[in-house]
Nanobody, 123 residues
Framework: QVQLVESGGGLVQAGGSLRLSCAASGRTFSRDAMGWFRQAPDKEREVVATINWTGTTMYYADSVKGRFTISRDNAKNTVYLQMNSLKPEDTAFYTC????????????????WGRGTQVTVSS
C-alpha cells in the first residue's frame, strides 16, 4: 500500500521557520515528480512547490518564491519543504503529492496524496 506521510507542521510566529517532510512508503518515487500543495480555510487547494525526479527543476508559486525551498532525498524516498520568513497568510493545511499526469499546477493531475499537516502562522 502506497503511503505519503507528512510531518513538521505546527504553530509558529510570523517570521519564523518550519521544515515539512513527506516520507513515502509502499513504492519508490525516485523517478517521479513530487510536490507540495496547501489549502487555507474557504480557499481552493493550490500548488506551493514541485520538484522533478532528479531534484534539478523546481517550481514555486509566486507567493512563496524566495522564502520556501523544496528538496528531495531519493535514497530516503522523502521530499521536504523548508519554509522561512513565514507569514500569517501561509497558514493552511499542507499536503504532499507524487506523480502527475498533465498539468503539475492542478491538484487533479496528481495521483498520490498524503493526509497533510497543519501550519499555523501567528501575527
Amino acid at each position: 500500500q502506497v503511503q505519503l506521510v507528512e510531518s513538521g507542521g505546527g504553530l509558529v510566529q510570523a517570521g519564523g521557520s518550519l521544515r515539512l517532510s513527506c516520507a513515502a512508503s509502499g513504492r519508490t518515487f525516485s523517478r517521479d515528480a513530487m510536490g507540495w500543495f496547501r489549502q487555507a480555510p474557504d480557499k481552493e487547494r493550490e500548488v506551493v512547490a514541485t520538484i522533478n525526479w532528479t531534484g534539478t527543476t523546481m517550481y514555486y508559486a509566486d507567493s512563496v518564491k524566495g522564502r520556501f525551498t523544496i528538496s528531495r532525498d531519493n535514497a530516503k524516498n522523502t521530499v521536504y519543504l523548508q519554509m522561512n520568513s513565514l507569514k500569517p497568510e501561509d497558514t493552511a493545511f499542507y499536503t504532499c503529492a507524487a506523480v502527475f499526469f498533465g498539468s503539475k499546477y492542478l491538484p487533479s493531475s496528481w495521483r498520490y496524496w498524503g493526509r497533510g499537516t497543519q501550519v499555523t502562522v501567528s501575527s
